[in-house]
């Protein structure tokens, strides 16, 4: 469990860390160069997810070491990326970053708040990877297949809340910076398309994200409501307060 510490106080750690890392090239796969699967921790290139967690375990293993508590940070990223933070193959990674939302949630590093904002219920059958196992070499491996079709199952019976992006404008005050936006999608068997972190802006959120299609990390230009209106799709967002 992570030691006692405040929200915000933990909220401001990961925006002053994620705002360091601005300008930093965005690169995907970099946890697959490996045959063997294996913590890779790099902090000059991201994707999403990675630089999601990188932020994540960096923050809290900052405060921890404030605290008089020394954790290894190679640890804190284990323990966040992998299920039951343990290296088992492939397969044992977090891969939908639902199931990684459950995972920290667990270990009492996040609290949806997703419901208390005006969430709405929704479930949706997830088998992306199993779908498309061509993309992704791994599966070839049985255990590994066989990990993942779990967490597919595992993650289709899963009753969320996601707020649509219609309705993002009504509640985007309540969302503070340095909370996670996990951001859900209309791609079928997918549960999450991508994730940051929110950051204000002249008082208003916006989206402080590894970017795709800016090839870095990058603040977005327009905020938060507007950023999920310019893409179909993107269907709505889960909010993770750390």
Known sequence: QVSNLSSQRLNDCIIENATYFLNTPYKSGTLDNETKEELVCINDQFDCVTFVEYILALSIYQLNFDNNKTPNFESALTKIRYRDGKINGYGSRLHYFTEWIEQQKDYGILI??????????????????SSNKNKYPSLKNPDDLNK???????????????????????????????????????????DISHTGFAVKVDGVIHLLHASETEKKVVISKNNLHHYLSDNNKQSGIIILRP
Do not use: H, W
């Not at 208390?116 to 992306?128: A, C, D, H, R, V």
């Not at 079709?149 to 595992?154: A, D, F, G, V």
């Open 112 to 129: 949806d708040v997703t419901q208390e904002l005006g969430g709405l219920s929704y479930q949706k059958t997830i088998n992306f990877m």
């Open 148 to 190: 993942i079709l779990k967490s597919e199952q595992l993650i289709s019976t899963l009753n969320r809340f996601y707020i649509p992006k219609n309705k993002v404008k009504e509640i985007i005050k309540e969302i503070q910076s340095g909370d996670i936006i996990a951001i859900t999608t209309t791609i079928n068997g997918l």
